[in-house]
């Protein structure tokens, strides 16, 4: 076969001759690429296109005795090294990499941002009153009674882990309606468009800054957005993840938390206390018993004299398990901490992005009871976020403070459950494959005068999956709680 060469300012086209390429086995390409110092061999099926090339009507060049035009030969060959690059780009979940961007330049048309404590949190407001403007201007009618609709409380949206603002975009202006006031639901740093701050690294030495990755900082920055929205207090609803959010807000200041909706919490729940109660009660009876029998052998000096040597070895077992408490909680510290480093370098960064690349839509798909109802939308508004830079590096860092954070409290939260107060709403969907509803029922019996509903035929997401029954569901409650609020206030006022 003669050889048949183009030439052209950035592609040369041609068969390489063996002197001057390594050889493998013999096997040389067909045709080869060249763009700058980069070759790209192409196989007898991508050569096998110039086949079809038209003949050429002016300057050509001759091979085999078939004419081909140096343009064919030119788009074909830029659009075969066009498609040697696309499959070195490297895509993560279905998103491009190579040009990631600003969470600005991803904004919707009703994204809003506000700074807070050096973060621009990304958040999106909707209003009682203009939901109610534009419903009226559609000509259309709401389905729902709103009979809250003169509650005057606000409510603030808190998503879950992988999640942002979007996953409350079905619900947003039927709960504004429901409650007559604002609902916001704002995005936590890592997730949705609020800005990847570099932490610790752009913290100023020797003053104490709060990690915008730690639990401590939504918890803060729920309280910063009822005080944006010029609210004494408001409703909370935390979505998974989102969930801890709202107890640990309400526990930091109860007085702020209206009430609490918590859907598919990821709270553990603690077992039944009844089992705890029963030691109790025994304990006490062996108290009674051993101040009986106390008496009895008072008067006897080595039955006193074993008495005290059993009391000291229990100090001195007592002292032994504090220091092997002690040592396991240190050893615990380190290593919680070099997991946090590990996570911290590009071998972690790497594992982070190798994970959401292998399981981010299988997720997202898990969490829907039909996984058919799934659109690309939906899909689109849960990997946009994977456009914005150092997206990666800030999830690694959500990451390392969840295993390092601590919020300043006496008790873990699952000991302090029986303290909430406030009305509480718990409702999850019978299908939930990341949070069992069996964790939710137990949830609801650890919290006194709680209540909950049990969404059929739904997973993980119900205000997505069933968003008219949620909603339905919550403005019940709300009626129930808040019902006779109006009636009060015009009654204090007379």
């Known amino acids: 076969?003669?050889?048949?060469?183009?030439?052209?300012?950035?592609?040369?086209?041609?068969?390489?001759?063996?002197?001057?390429?390594?050889?493998?086995?013999?096997?040389?390409?067909?045709?080869?690429?060249?763009?700058?110092?980069?070759?790209?061999?192409?196989?007898?099926?991508?050569?096998?296109?110039?086949?079809?090339?038209?003949?050429?009507?002016?300057?050509?060049?001759?091979?085999?005795?078939?004419?081909?035009?140096?343009?064919?030969?030119?788009?074909?060959?830029?659009?075969?090294?066009?498609?040697?690059?696309?499959?070195?780009?490297?895509?993560?979940?279905?998103?491009?990499?190579?040009?990631?961007?600003?969470?600005?330049?991803?904004?919707?048309?009703?994204?809003?941002?506000?700074?807070?404590?050096?973060?621009?949190i990304h958040h999106k407001v909707c209003d009682a009153e203009s939901v109610a403007q534009n419903t009226l201007q559609d000509g259309t009618s709401s389905q729902f009674s709103y009979q809250t609709k003169k509650l005057g409380l606000p409510m603030i949206l808190l998503h879950g882990f992988g999640a942002s603002a979007y996953s409350w975009s079905w619900v947003m202006k039927q709960l504004a309606q429901v409650t007559g006031s604002k609902v916001l639901a704002f995005d936590r740093p890592a997730f949705g468009l609020t800005s990847r701050v570099d932490y610790p690294n752009n913290s100023s030495p020797g003053v104490e800054h709060i990690n915008p990755y730690s639990m401590i900082f939504s918890v803060l920055a729920t309280l910063n957005?009822?005080?944006?929205?010029?609210?004494?207090?408001?409703?909370?609803?935390?979505?998974?993840?989102?969930?801890?959010?709202?107890?640990?807000?309400?526990?930091?200041?109860?007085?702020?938390?209206?009430?609490?909706?918590?859907?598919?919490?990821?709270?553990?729940?603690?077992?039944s206390s009844r089992k705890a109660v029963n030691e109790k009660e025994s304990g006490r009876n062996d108290v009674f018993q051993g101040d009986r029998s106390d008496t009895n052998i008072r008067e006897n000096p080595m039955t006193r004299l074993s008495r005290m040597l059993l009391k000291l070895s229990?100090?001195?077992?007592?002292?032994?398990?504090?220091?092997?408490?002690?040592?396991?909680?240190?050893?615990?510290?380190?290593?919680?901490?070099?997991?946090?480093?590990?996570?911290?370098?590009?071998?972690?960064?790497?594992?982070?992005?190798?994970?959401?690349?292998?399981?981010?839509?299988?997720?997202?798909?898990?969490?829907?009871?039909d996984s058919n109802q799934i659109t690309d939308h939906v899909l689109h508004g849960y990997t946009k976020p994977l456009r914005v830079k150092s997206w990666d590096r800030a999830l690694v860092e959500f990451t390392a403070a969840m295993l390092t954070d601590s919020v300043p409290q006496s008790k873990p939260l699952s000991k302090r459950l029986h303290e909430i107060s406030c009305p509480v709403l718990i409702i999850t969907g019978d299908s939930d494959r990341l949070?069992?509803?069996?964790?939710?029922?137990?949830?609801?019996?650890?919290?006194?005068?709680?209540?909950?509903?049990?969404?059929?035929?739904?997973?993980?997401?119900?205000?997505?999956?069933?968003s008219e029954e949620f909603v339905s569901i919550v403005e019940n409650f709300l009626?129930?709680?808040f019902g006779g609020l109006e009636v009060q206030l015009l009654q204090a006022a007379s």
Not at 458 to 464: K, Y
């Open 1 to 120: 076969m003669t050889n048949c060469v183009v030439y052209h300012p950035t592609v040369f086209l041609g068969r390489p001759e063996p002197p001057n390429f390594p050889a493998v086995n013999r096997r040389w390409p067909i045709l080869l690429l060249q763009s700058g110092d980069k070759l790209f061999g192409l196989s007898s099926k991508e050569a096998a296109v110039l086949q079809f090339l038209p003949k050429a009507a002016s300057a050509s060049v001759s091979g085999s005795g078939a004419e081909y035009s140096v343009e064919c030969f030119s788009h074909v060959s830029e659009q075969l090294l066009g498609e040697k690059l696309k499959k070195k780009s490297q895509r993560i979940a279905g998103v491009d990499q190579d040009e990631l961007v600003e969470p600005a330049v991803l904004a919707d048309p009703d994204s809003c941002f506000c700074e807070f404590k050096g973060v621009q």
């Open 314 to 369: 229990g100090y001195v077992m007592q002292a032994i398990l504090n220091l092997v408490k002690g040592m396991v909680d240190m050893f615990s510290s380190i290593y919680k901490k070099a997991l946090s480093a590990f996570l911290r370098s590009a071998l972690g960064v790497m594992l982070v992005r190798m994970v959401i690349d292998k399981f981010g839509i299988a997720a997202i798909r898990n969490s829907w009871y």
């Open 225 to 271: 957005f009822i005080d944006f929205l010029a609210a004494k207090k408001a409703i909370l609803v935390g979505h998974s993840a989102g969930a801890l959010v709202a107890a640990d807000t309400y526990f930091t200041a109860p007085e702020r938390v209206a009430a609490l909706v918590l859907v598919a919490p990821a709270i553990i729940a603690p077992r």
């Open 479 to 481: 009626q129930r709680s």
């Open 435 to 466: 949070v069992p509803s069996w964790n939710a029922e137990r949830l609801s019996r650890a919290i006194p005068g709680s209540c909950l509903e049990v969404v059929k035929n739904c997973g993980h997401l119900p205000q997505e999956e069933k």
